[in-house]
Each structure stands twice: as C-alpha cells, then as structure tokens.
C-alpha cells in the first residue's frame, strides 16, 4: 500500500516556537528541578493542541538542550533529566489519547545502535492523535524483532526512527531486513 505525498502550500503558516515556555524549563533543567520541570510541561500543555505542544514547545525544546549540551553549555545530568522528563511525558500523552480499538496500527521503534527514542514517540503520539493506534516497542530494536511484532500484531504500517548513524551500512542493512520482510 503505497502512501501518497502530502503538498505544502507556500502560504502555510510556519510555527511559532514559545521561547518563553523553552527558557522557563532551561531555568528548571539547568537546576536539575525535575518535579519543576514536569509541571511546566503539564501547565503549558494545557494551552495547546497535542500537535501544536509536540511542534511549538518540546521540539524547539530538544533543539536547545541538544544545542546547549554539544556545545558544553548544559550538564549531561541536565540533559538527561531533560530526556527522562520529556519522554516521559510524550508517552502518557499518547497512551491517554482515545483511540478506536479497531483503528489501523502503526509500530513503531528504532532500530539496533539507535539510542534517541523522543523522535520515535512523537510519531507514535501523532499517530494516536490521527487516530490510529499505536505500538511503541522502544530503542535499540533487532529488525527481525520489529518484523515479528509486526507480523504478530497485524500493523498496518511501521515506523523507525533513525537520528545519528555512524555506520550507515549497519543501518542499511537493518532497513532492508526490514523491507524484504514487511513488503
């Protein structure tokens, strides 16, 4: 089944990062304040769409802290806090949503070597918000174990997320594992 492209029109409203909601949680991860933190998240979430928080909030979020933390400006205990917060909180946002327990599956992972899930939650969570149900299976997953759980649960789809591949060829490999046997 093939998925058909989606066009962009020039007049699409680009959106708008709440750089105040990102510098409040800098003041609270920087201060490693995790209960800080998550009620940042949760009050300002209140004032959004699931889809607009994900893409004006967290997103320009993540940026910064990875932004901060490569350039030395932020802990590695900051930005892990920052991760376990955020992740944390994308996944009980997506398994809250109301989805139709016969609406399509997506499963979703990364694959082996892949350590950075948030990517892969995003999808998961836009995915219930388009109403499919969704299967996040987690990081660094085998492609045969993604072929199998997408055997045994009938998905209609999967989605990996890749964000940093230092051997390309291993990941190749795993993304053709993965077409020989969900085609």
Not at 69 to 85: M, Y
Not at 112 to 135: D, K, P, Y
Request: include cysteine.
């Amino acid at each position: 089944q093939t998925v058909s492209p989606v066009e962009i029109s020039s007049t699409s409203a680009i959106p708008k990062t709440d750089t105040d909601f990102v510098d409040r949680c800098l003041i609270s991860i920087r201060r490693l304040a995790a209960d800080e933190f998550q009620a940042e998240l949760q009050r300002t979430s209140l004032a959004y769409s699931h889809q607009q928080f994900i893409t004006n909030c967290i997103e320009p979020l993540m940026q910064r802290i990875g932004l901060l933390w490569h350039s030395g400006d932020l802990s590695i205990a900051a930005e892990h806090l920052a991760s376990v917060g955020i992740r944390s909180f994308v996944d009980n946002v997506r398994l809250a949503l109301p989805v139709q327990e016969d609406a399509p599956l997506l499963l979703v992972a990364t694959t082996v070597g892949q350590m950075h899930e948030i990517g892969a939650l995003f999808v998961a969570t836009m995915a219930c918000v388009e109403g499919w149900r969704s299967n996040y299976l987690g990081r660094d997953i085998p492609a045969e174990a993604i072929v199998y759980a997408a055997s045994e649960l009938n998905a209609l789809a999967v989605a990996i997320s890749v964000v940093y591949a230092p051997d390309s060829n291993a990941v190749m490999d795993q993304v053709s594992l993965l077409r020989e046997n969900l085609i």
